[in-house]
């Protein structure tokens, strides 16, 4: 079992940065790969990043490659979302989402993961 709280979220006007934090429980944290997704009122959950159990390897939705960054601390069990030159359309409440695996270098489908936490809220003004 694995619990996620998601931290960091907030409101920020357009092109400015943020830096979410997902900390995990647990004593296997480096074996997980871990995702961050988004959903936006009306919307379905959409894929935004995943990093592999080590951070060696990293992998991004199209739509926030260049302006946002994962990362994870394994000492730590925690996992960011640096986020910079942010957009209205950025606004959504972002997930964390964890996947045991040492094998994957990423998953991008909701139906990949087996925890989940309960979100925060990003809000990006014009």
């Known amino acids: 079992q694995v619990q996620l709280v998601e931290s960091g979220g907030g409101l920020v006007q357009g092109g400015g940065s943020l830096r979410l934090s997902c900390a995990a429980s647990g004593r296997t944290f480096s074996s997980y790969v871990m995702g961050w997704f988004r959903q936006a009122p009306g919307k379905e959950r959409e894929f935004v990043a995943s990093i592999n159990w080590s951070g060696g390897s990293t992998y991004y939705a199209d739509s926030v490659k260049g302006r946002f960054t994962i990362s994870r601390d394994n000492a730590k069990n925690t996992v960011y979302l640096q986020m910079n030159s942010l957009k209205p359309g950025d606004t959504a409440v972002y997930y964390c989402?964890?996947?045991?695996?040492?094998?994957?270098?990423?998953?991008?489908?909701?139906?990949?993961?087996?925890?989940w936490g309960q979100g925060t809220q990003v809000t990006v003004s014009s």
């Open positions: 989402a964890a996947k045991e695996s040492r094998f994957a270098n990423y998953y991008d489908l909701p139906s990949d993961y087996d925890y």
